[in-house]
């Protein structure tokens, strides 16, 4: 099984460090296992996406115009990406600071409020594990304990002491994600 996955939204939401957390995840579950990146010179506040695609067999190339799963964290990817997700795919998506939200009637959409649950948290650096937590519930495609795994090997060290946080982050993205709309 394939799965081909777009992370989308502005630098500094941590984009990038989910699909890596992923991409090791999958390394960990020994699948094959692409993680491609993209990113304007701006970086922080600029906008950024990463391709990662997890499979059982090998895969042919790492770019990719349709995709199974599209996380979306803000407007213009939405704008950009919501017509490359492949009917009957999934879009998440996270509702803060959307003046439009996502309108395709043969895609499943799910929404998590990990903005607002990361205030809560007291931790607005969980944010994007929140968002990975959700994505776990809709599609568990690899094992939280190697999630941890790849999230301990992509901090450095002097972070480990971060882990139980950001799984408890996961734990709760897991919790609050909501299906929007069922594909028609």
């Given at each position: 099984m394939t799965q081909e996955i777009i992370i989308a939204g502005f630098g500094g939401q941590g984009v990038l460090s989910m699909g890596k957390i992923l991409?090791?995840?999958?390394?960990?579950?020994d699948k094959e296992v692409?993680?491609?990146p993209s990113y304007g010179p701006e970086q922080r506040g600029g906008t950024a996406n990463v391709t990662v695609i997890l499979s059982d067999s090998p895969i042919s190339s790492p770019i990719v115009n349709e995709f199974d799963i599209a996380?979306?964290?803000n407007q213009p990817s939405l704008d950009k990406f919501e017509s490359h997700v492949?009917?009957?795919g999934i879009l998440i998506y996270d509702p803060n600071g959307f003046q439009h939200p996502p309108t395709r009637k043969d895609i499943n959409?799910?929404?998590v409020e990990a903005v607002d649950t990361a205030i809560l948290m007291k931790n607005t650096k969980a944010f994007n594990m929140i968002v990975l937590g959700g994505l776990l519930k809709v599609s568990p495609m690899?094992?939280?304990e190697n999630v941890m795994k790849g999230l301990k090997k992509s901090l450095p060290e002097r972070?480990?002491?971060?882990?139980?946080?950001n799984e408890q982050a996961i734990m709760k993205g897991?919790?609050?994600i909501q299906e929007v709309q069922k594909s028609e």
């Open positions: 991409a090791y995840s999958g390394l960990m579950e692409s993680w491609f996380i979306i964290l492949k009917p009957g959409i799910y929404k690899v094992k939280l972070h480990h002491g971060l882990l139980p946080m897991m919790e609050i």
